[in-house]
C-alpha cells in the first residue's frame, strides 16, 4: 500500500534517528493508528523497529540488529515483575556496577540491567569476566527478597536451575551445573553467575543477580586463555540462538521459581538443582582460600553449602571454593 510504502522510505531515509508517529503520518498522508498497525505488521515479517515512548520509531540497521532492545525483551515476556523495567546500554564496565547504583536509587523489584558489552565484567574473587560486544548475553538482575544475607547463596542455585531450563527450552542441549556457580555443556564453561547483595546483618536490601552467558561466538572467538574451557549456545547447537529469547526465557524461569522459593522456602529448589548437578557423588578437590580438600562431593545442606567428604572420612562444609571433579572417579 502507499502508507506502507511511504513509511519505509521515511524510516530508511533516517535510519539513526527516531521519527514520531505524528511525522510519519503526516508524510503519509494517514492516521497516527494506521502508522502504528503497519509498523506491527513489519515488525512480524521480522524488521526489527525500535519504538521509544515520546521519540518515536527508529529503523534498526542490519548491523544493529542483532542488538538487544528494550523492545526485542518486551515483546514477548511473560512475567509480570521479573525483567519489565530494562535498562539496555551498548558499553558498560559492568552491569554489576550500574545495578548496585539503581538498587540504592531505590529502582524496583525485577529491574534488569543489559549490555552489549562489558569493558570490565567481573567474576568472583576480582577475576574477569570476558564479554565482548554483541555475542553474548551480559546482565544484573535486581531483586529484594525479605530474607537473612545468610539465604543469598541459595540464589544462585535457584539462578542456576532457571538458567539451565531457559538454555534447555530454546536450544535443546543438555545443560549440568558445577557447584556453586557454572553452567556446563559438553564440560565446556558457557555462563557464570556472580550474586551480590546490599545488606544488614539482618536482612537482604538487595540482591544483584549478575549472569553472564556466551550465546554467539564461534570457538575461534575466544581468547586464547578460554578457547579450551569455555564453549557458546551456538557451537553447541550448531546454529545462531536469539539472546532475546534467552532473556525472556530465563525471566519466566526465574520469577516463577522465586514465587515457588518464597512460598515453599529452598527445599523444592534444592531438588531440581542436585538432578542438574554433575559433581554430587563424584571425587573432587575444592579449592578455597585455605588450601585443597579432596573427596567425595556428598550433597549440599539446606543452605546451599557444599559437603565434602575426605578421604578419612571427615565431612567438611565447603561455603566458597572452585572445583575440579577429579579424572579417576572411584567407586
Ligand atoms: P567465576 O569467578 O566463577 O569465573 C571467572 C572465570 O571464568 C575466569 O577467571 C575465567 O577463567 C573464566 N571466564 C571468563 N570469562 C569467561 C567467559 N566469557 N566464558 C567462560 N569462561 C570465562 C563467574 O565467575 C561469574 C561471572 C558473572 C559475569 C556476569 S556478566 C553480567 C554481570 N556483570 C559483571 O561484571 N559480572 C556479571
Same mark, same amino acid.
Given at each position: 500500500?502507499?502508507?506502507?510504502?511511504?513509511?519505509?522510505?521515511?524510516?530508511? @531515509?533516517?535510519?539513526?534517528?527516531?521519527?514520531?508517529?505524528?511525522?510519519?503520518?503526516? !508524510?503519509?498522508?494517514?492516521?497516527?493508528?494506521? =502508522?502504528?498497525?503497519?509498523?506491527?505488521?513489519?515488525?512480524?515479517?521480522?524488521?526489527?523497529?525500535?519504538?521509544?515512548?515520546?521519540?518515536?520509531?527508529?529503523?534498526?540497521?542490519?548491523?544493529?540488529?542483532?542488538?538487544?532492545? !528494550?523492545?526485542?525483551?518486551?515483546?514477548?515476556?511473560?512475567?509480570?515483575?521479573?525483567?519489565?523495567?530494562?535498562?539496555?546500554?551498548?558499553?558498560?564496565?559492568?552491569?554489576?556496577?550500574?545495578?548496585?547504583?539503581?538498587?540504592?536509587?531505590?529502582?524496583?523489584?525485577?529491574?534488569?540491567?543489559?549490555? !552489549?558489552?562489558?569493558?570490565?565484567?567481573?567474576?568472583?574473587?576480582?577475576?574477569?569476566?570476558?564479554?565482548?560486544?554483541?555475542?553474548?548475553?551480559?546482565?544484573?538482575?535486581?531483586?529484594?527478597?525479605?530474607?537473612?544475607?545468610?539465604?543469598?547463596?541459595?540464589?544462585?542455585?535457584?539462578?542456576?536451575?532457571?538458567?539451565?531450563?531457559?538454555?534447555?527450552?530454546?536450544?535443546?542441549?543438555?545443560?549440568?551445573?558445577?557447584?556453586?556457580?557454572?553452567?556446563?555443556?559438553?564440560?565446556?564453561?558457557?555462563?557464570?553467575?556472580?550474586?551480590?547483595?546490599?545488606?544488614?546483618?539482618?536482612?537482604?536490601?538487595?540482591?544483584?543477580?549478575?549472569?553472564?552467558?556466551?550465546?554467539?561466538?564461534?570457538?575461534?572467538?575466544?581468547?586464547?586463555?578460554?578457547? +579450551?574451557?569455555?564453549?557458546?549456545?551456538?557451537?553447541?547447537?550448531?546454529?545462531?540462538?536469539?539472546?532475546?529469547?534467552?532473556?525472556?526465557?530465563?525471566?519466566?524461569?526465574?520469577?516463577?521459581?522465586?514465587?515457588?522459593?518464597?512460598?515453599?522456602?529452598?527445599?523444592? =529448589?534444592?531438588?531440581?538443582?542436585?538432578?542438574?548437578?554433575?559433581?554430587?557423588?563424584?571425587?573432587?578437590? @575444592?579449592?578455597?582460600?585455605?588450601?585443597?580438600?579432596?573427596?567425595?562431593?556428598?550433597?549440599?545442606?539446606?543452605?546451599?553449602?557444599?559437603?565434602?567428604?575426605?578421604?578419612?572420612?571427615?565431612?567438611?562444609?565447603?561455603?566458597? @571454593? +572452585?572445583?575440579?571433579?577429579?579424572?579417576?572417579?572411584?567407586?
Amino acid at each position: 500500500s502507499k502508507i506502507r510504502e511511504s513509511l519505509l522510505v521515511s524510516l530508511s @531515509a533516517h535510519q539513526d534517528e527516531y521519527l514520531s508517529g505524528e511525522q510519519l503520518a503526516k !508524510e503519509a498522508g494517514c492516521s497516527r493508528t494506521a =502508522i502504528w498497525k503497519h509498523i506491527e505488521e513489519l515488525r512480524k515479517e521480522g524488521i526489527t523497529i525500535d519504538s521509544k515512548r515520546k521519540k518515536g520509531y527508529k529503523l534498526m540497521q542490519l548491523s544493529q540488529q542483532d542488538n538487544i532492545t !528494550e523492545t526485542d525483551i518486551l515483546l514477548g515476556l511473560q512475567t509480570t515483575s521479573l525483567g519489565r523495567s530494562i535498562h539496555h546500554y551498548d558499553a558498560v564496565e559492568s552491569t554489576q556496577k550500574i545495578a548496585h547504583k539503581l538498587a540504592q536509587e531505590h529502582a524496583p523489584e525485577g529491574t534488569l540491567v543489559i549490555a !552489549e558489552e562489558q569493558t570490565a565484567g567481573r567474576g568472583r574473587m576480582a577475576r574477569s569476566w570476558h564479554s565482548p560486544k554483541g555475542s553474548g548475553i551480559w546482565m544484573s538482575l535486581l531483586l529484594r527478597p525479605e530474607l537473612p544475607p545468610q539465604k543469598a547463596p541459595q540464589f544462585t542455585l535457584l539462578t542456576a536451575v532457571a538458567l539451565v531450563q531457559a538454555i534447555e527450552d530454546i536450544c535443546d542441549v543438555q545443560v549440568e551445573i558445577k557447584w556453586p556457580n557454572d553452567l556446563l555443556i559438553n564440560n565446556r564453561k558457557v555462563t557464570g553467575i556472580l550474586t551480590e547483595l546490599q545488606a544488614d546483618s539482618e536482612q537482604i536490601h538487595s540482591l544483584i543477580i549478575g549472569i553472564g552467558m556466551n550465546v554467539n561466538q564461534k570457538q575461534e572467538d575466544f581468547p586464547k586463555e578460554l578457547v +579450551d574451557i569455555a564453549t557458546s549456545l551456538a557451537i553447541e547447537k550448531g546454529s545462531e540462538v536469539s539472546r532475546a529469547a534467552i532473556v525472556q526465557r530465563t525471566m519466566y524461569h526465574l520469577e516463577k521459581y522465586y514465587h515457588l522459593y518464597m512460598e515453599k522456602g529452598f527445599a523444592p =529448589i534444592k531438588l531440581l538443582w542436585e538432578s542438574y548437578a554433575i559433581s554430587i557423588g563424584r571425587h573432587i578437590t @575444592a579449592r578455597t582460600f585455605n588450601g585443597s580438600i579432596s573427596g567425595i562431593a556428598s550433597g549440599i545442606t539446606e543452605e546451599g553449602v557444599l559437603l565434602l567428604e575426605d578421604d578419612q572420612g571427615a565431612v567438611h562444609s565447603i561455603y566458597s @571454593a +572452585d572445583i575440579e571433579i577429579n579424572p579417576k572417579n572411584r567407586e
